[in-house]
C-alpha cells in the first residue's frame, strides 16, 4: 500500500467562522494504481492533494486517522523530512502551467533547481544531462534551446511539459496531477493525458489524477473516486462505476454527458438541479438531499456512513436501482 | 406559553446602503479611524482658533521671553506649551497655526482639484492630440521636483501666502490629472457612454454628468492624500522664509524661527514640528482607509 | 528591444524643450525690471540703462531671449551668476558632489534597510511586527523633512554630542578636491600620510545625520512598495510550485519570490531621485551643506535669477534623463520586455 488516508478531515479558521472544507475522506492507493478523484469545484479535491503534500496554510487544521505515505507517517512527520519528500518522492503538477512557472528563471534552471536540491549526489553535468534527457521524455523537441526559454515563451502544451518533467525529475513514486488538462486546449489535452500514462509505466508511479472532466477519469483511472461537498459520495473501479454508478450524483455527472445514457435524439441533456452547499452553512443529514430526487426524511436528517462492499464503496440511502 | 422559535429565512444577502457598507468596511481599520478622529480635531482647533487660543498669537510680552513649557523646572500654567524668543504664547500661536494649515490645505486641495478634473476629463476623455497635450504638459510639470517648483513660482511672485497656495497648488495638480484621466479613460469605454451619445447628449453633459460620479473614488482619495502635501509644502515654504512671512504663526515659519534656539530653547523647535506631523499623520491614516475602503467595494 | 529605446530617447526631446520653456518663462515673470535692479541709481541716466539692457541681452524679443538661451544651454553654458560673477555651469559643478554624495548615501540607506524590512514585514504578515513596521513608514512619509532634521540634531548634536552641528568636514582638515567626494577623497594615500583616517571619520561623522534625514522618506516608501510587491507575489502560483518541490522557505522567498518582487522596487528607486533633489534642498539648509540646494535657496533669497534659472533647469533635465534610465533598466530586468 503505497498511500493510505483515513477519515481525514480539515477545516479552515475564517473570519467568519470555522469552515468544513472535507470530512471523513478515505482512500488508498497502490504502487503504479491510477486513482481519478472528480467533483465540481469546492468539493474538496484539490485541498484533499494540498494535505497530503502537506502544503495548507496555518489557517487549516488537519485531523485524520492515518495518512501514511510508502510507510512514512504524514502527521507526525518533521517538517524538514517532508521537504525532502515534496518534489522527489511525491510529484506535483498544476492546473496553469503559464502561471505555475516562475517568469524570471529560464525552464533549465527551474528544472536544475529541483535535481539540486532532491538528487546531490549529481554534479552540475550529470544534472546538465538529465534535464535534457527528461526535455526529450516529455516530448519536447529542441530540448537543449527550449531549457533557454522563459516561462511566457513557451505555448500552454510545452509548459505543461516542462512542469511534468520537472515532476517526474526524481523518479517520485507517487504523481498528483492537479486538473492538468483543464487550461489546455482540447487537441493538447488528449496529448498531455497519454504522454502521463506512459511516464507512468515508464517510471512505476501510481498517480492521483483530479478533474472535474469524467471523460478524461474514465479513460485513464483505474478507480474513480466521487466527492461531493467535501466528503466522498461513491468510489469503485472506472468501469464499474461508469456503467453501474449507484449515487444519484455520479447518476446525474454521467448523464449529464452526452452519449453516455440513451436521450431521445435532441431531447436537452439531463442537468442535476441546484448548487453546492455553502460549506459554512452545510445542510443536515445527506449534503446531496436538496438536490437529490429519491430524498426522503431520513436522507435529511441523518448524514449516510461509507459503506464498503466488495465492488464500491458508497455514501447513500438510496442507491440508484434499488428498491425504494 | 409557548415560544415559537422562528427562524428567519435567510434570503441572499440584501446590500446596504452604500454609506453603511463602506462604514463597515471603514471601521475595522483602526488606524484610519484614528486618522479621522485627527483631522476632526485639526479642524475644529482651526475653526475655534480665536476662542480657544489664550493670548493673541502676536502679542510680544517682554516679560516672559523663552520660557520653557509646563512639563519642564521653570514652566507655568500661565503658558502651557512656553513662549518664544519674544515672548509670545507657544500654545496660541500654535493653535492659530493651525487655522492656517487647514486653510492652506483646504484652498489648495480645492485648486489643484478643479483643475486636475479639468485637464483630466478632457485629456481621457477626448484622447488624441488633445490627451498628448495635456500629458505632456503633465510630464514637464512632474519633471520639477515638487519644493523646486513651488519654490522657483514663488520666487518669482513674491513670498506670502496667498503665493504659496498657489506654488503648491500647480505642483498637486499633475497627481489629480493622472488619476481623473485614468479613471476617465477607463469609463468611456463603457456602455453607459455610448447609450448617452446615442441619445444625443452633448459631450461636456456625458463627461460631468455621467462619467464623473464614476471616477469619484481615486478623487476623494487622492484629495485626502493632497491635503497631506499641501500642508507638507506649505511648511517647507514657510520655513524657508518663502511661505507665510512672521510673524503669520504658520508652523513652518515657526520652525525657522526657531532654528537659531535649538540648544537654549528646544521646545520652540519641537512643537510646531508635531503639530505638522499630526495633522499629516491624520490625513495619511485617514487617506489610506480610504483607500482600502473604497478598493474592494468598487471590485465587487 | 532597440525600438523601444529609440522610442524612449525620442519621447526625451520634446519633454527637455518643455523644460526648458517652463524654466526660462518662470523667470522671466519676475516682476520689477531686472536692469534697475542691477543698475540701482546709476540707472536713471537712459544710456547707461540702455547699455545694461543690451548687455543683459534684454532689449532683444521675447522669443528671441528664448532661442538664445535654449541653444547657450545645450552648449553647456547657463549664464553668469549676478552675485558670484562666476558662469553658472561652474557653480553648479562645484556643488554638485557634495549632493551627489549626500544623495547617493541617503538612497543606500534607505534601500538597504528598506528592503529588507518591507520583505519581513510581508513574510510575518499581519503580525505586530507587520504593523509595527508599517506604521513607522506610514510615520516616516509623515514628517515634514526639514524638522526631522532639526531633531536629530537636537538629539544626536546638542544632546548627545555624537556629531557635529553642521557641515560637510571639520575645518581642522585641509582635503585637496579629487573626486569631490569627501568618503573618497578622504582616503588617498596623501590624506592618510598627513593626518591619519581622522578626516575621513570626520566626514562620515558630518555625513550621517543629513543622509539619515534625507533618507527616512525613501525607507519609508521602500519598504512599504516592497512589502505590497512581495505579498503579491507571494500569492502566485509559482510560490506554490516553488513549495511542491520541496523547497525551502528561505529559498522561495529569497530566490523566487524575491526576484519577481524587486521588478517594480527598479522603478521606484528611480523616482526616488525626485524625492532625493527635495530633500537636499531642505536637509543642506538645515545642516549647512555645500551643495546645490542650499545654493539654490540663498540664489532664491538673493534674486540671483541666471542661478535660478539655470539650476532649476539642469535639476530638472537629470530628472527627465533619470526617469529614462529607469524605464530603459525596468526593461532589461523585467524578462516579459526582452526580445
Known sequence: MLLEIEDLSITFDTAKGPLSATRQISFSLEEGETLGIVGESGCGKSITNLAIMGLLPDTATITAKKMIFDGVDLQTIKENDFRKIRGAKIGMIFQDPMSALNPSFTVGFQIDETLKIHCPEMDKSARGARALELMHQVGIPAPAERLKNYAHELSGGMSQRVMIAMAIACKPKLLIADEPTTALDVTIQAQIMKLLKDLQKEYQMAMILVTHDLGVVAQNADRIQVMYAGEIVESAKSKVLLQDPKHPYTDGLLSSLPGKKATAFRAPLPSIAGMVPDLRARPNGCQFNPRCEFADDKCKTTLPSLEHDQARTLRCFHPVGASV | MSEVAMTPIQDEHVPDSFLREFWNHFKPNKGAVVGLALIIAFVIIAILAPLLAPYDPTLLQDNALRLPPIWAEAGTWSYPLGTDDVGRDILSRLIHGARISMGIGFAVVILSLSMGLFLGIFAGYYGGKVDRLIMRFIDIVMAFPSILLAITVVSVMGPGISNAIIAVAIVAVPNFTRIVRASVMAERKKQYVMASKTFGASDLRIMFNEILPNCLAPLIVQATLGFSDGILNAAALGFLGLGAQPPTPEWGTMLADSRPFIESSPWMVTLPGLCILFSVLGFNLFGDGLRDALDPRLKK | ?339
Do not use: C
Request: without cysteine; hydrophobic residues 55%.
Open chain 3, 1 to 339: 528591444m532597440l525600438r523601444f529605446i529609440l522610442g524612449k530617447l525620442g519621447d526625451l526631446v520634446p519633454t527637455l524643450i518643455g523644460i526648458s520653456i517652463l524654466s526660462f518663462v518662470l523667470v522671466r515673470f519676475v516682476p520689477g525690471d531686472p536692469v534697475m535692479l542691477l543698475l540701482g541709481e546709476r540707472g536713471a541716466d537712459p544710456a547707461v540703462y540702455a547699455q545694461m539692457k543690451k548687455d543683459m541681452g534684454l532689449d532683444l524679443p521675447v522669443w528671441r531671449q528664448y532661442i538664445n538661451f535654449a541653444t547657450d544651454a545645450a552648449q553647456g553654458d547657463l549664464g553668469t551668476s549676478i552675485i558670484s560673477k562666476r558662469p553658472v555651469v561652474k557653480e553648479f559643478f562645484d556643488r554638485f558632489p557634495a549632493t551627489l554624495e549626500l544623495g547617493v548615501v541617503a538612497l543606500l540607506f534607505a534601500i538597504i534597510i528598506g528592503i529588507p524590512l518591507g520583505i519581513i514585514a510581508a513574510v510575518k504578515r499581519n503580525s505586530f511586527y507587520d504593523y509595527f513596521l508599517m506604521g513607522g513608514s506610514l510615520l516616516g512619509y509623515s514628517m515634514p523633512i526639514f524638522w526631522w532634521g532639526l531633531v536629530l540634531i537636537l538629539i544626536f548634536s546638542v544632546q548627545l554630542g555624537w556629531t557635529p552641528v553642521s557641515g560637510r568636514m571639520s575645518v581642522m582638515f585641509y582635503i585637496e578636491p579629487w573626486t569631490g567626494f569627501m568618503l573618497i577623497d578622504t582616503l588617498t594615500s596623501e590624506v592618510r600620510e598627513l593626518d591619519g583616517l581622522a578626516p575621513f571619520w570626520s566626514a562620515l561623522s558630518h555625513l550621517i545625520l543629513p543622509a539619515v534625514a534625507m533618507g527616512t522618506i525613501p525607507l519609508a516608501v521602500i519598504a512599504r512598495m516592497t512589502r505590497s510587491s512581495m505579498l503579491e507575489v507571494l500569492g502566485e502560483d509559482y510560490i506554490r510550485t516553488a513549495k511542491a518541490k520541496g523547497l525551502s522557505r528561505y529559498r522561495t522567498v529569497a530566490v523566487h519570490a524575491l526576484r519577481n518582487a524587486l521588478i517594480p522596487i527598479v522603478t521606484i528607486v528611480g523616482l526616488m531621485f525626485g524625492s532625493i533633489i527635495t530633500g537636499a534642498i531642505l536637509t543642506e539648509t538645515i545642516f549647512s551643506w555645500p551643495g546645490i540646494g542650499r545654493w539654490l535657496v540663498a540664489s532664491i533669497n538673493a534674486r540671483d535669477y541666471p542661478v535660478i534659472q539655470g539650476g532649476v533647469l539642469f535639476i530638472a533635465t537629470m530628472i527627465v534623463i533619470i526617469n529614462v534610465l529607469v524605464d530603459l533598466a525596468y526593461a532589461v530586468v523585467n524578462p516579459k520586455m526582452r526580445g
